[in-house]
């Protein structure tokens, strides 16, 4: 949360989705498997690399990482991140998440425009906008959901009404 460093912040997502996404490896793993009886004893390898490829994915996706303060922005999931630094921020600013507009939760593109993202999770109605130049100076909005998007957006020192 907030502190003399800025504000940071880990939202994880929700104890349904994890249970969600573990019936979802296991419904598919039973699935493969019965499909698999009779099947080589090489083809038993498959559903248990899918499953260790779905489990590191779902390790290093589970939460996402916000960090807000006088330097700038970083934010992402797992090893997905990305860092904006001060200057290239134009404005932050509270705004309620618009499901309708990213069609989702997770990493998503907004279907107005193409530089247009949020890192969304659910329960996380609301969040920071940021508005930022990358380094060839197009312009990008992002969404990122937060427990505290007034303190996330007081810790970077700027903000316009929203």
């Known amino acids: 949360m907030e502190s ?3 504000y940071r912040e880990r939202v994880r997502w929700p104890l349904w989705f994890h249970l969600s996404f573990a019936g979802f ?6 699935v ?8 080589p004893p ?7 690399a ?5 489990a590191y994915i779902w390790w290093r996706l589970r939460w996402l990482d916000l960090r807000l303060d006088a330097t700038g922005a970083a934010f992402g999931f797992g090893g997905l991140k990305r860092v904006v630094p001060r200057e290239r921020i134009r404005s932050a600013r509270v705004e309620d998440f618009s499901f309708g507009k990213y069609m989702g939760w997770g990493y998503r593109i907004g279907w107005q425009g193409s530089r247009d993202r949020a890192y ?3 329960g996380c109605p609301r969040g920071v906008r940021l508005d930022f130049d990358d380094a060839r100076g197009r ?3 992002v969404h990122l959901s937060s427990r ?6 007081a810790a970077l020192g700027t903000s316009t009404p929203g």
């Open 25 to 30: 490896v296991a419904l598919n793993l039973v």
């Open 139 to 141: 312009r990008w909005s």
């Open 120 to 122: 969304s999770l659910p």
């Open 42 to 48: 090489m083809a038993s390898l498959v559903p248990g």
């Open 32 to 39: 493969v498997v019965q499909v698999g009886e009779g099947a």
């Open 50 to 54: 899918v499953a260790a490829l779905l």
């Open 148 to 153: 505290d998007p007034d303190a996330a957006v």
């Open 4 to 6: 003399s460093e800025g």
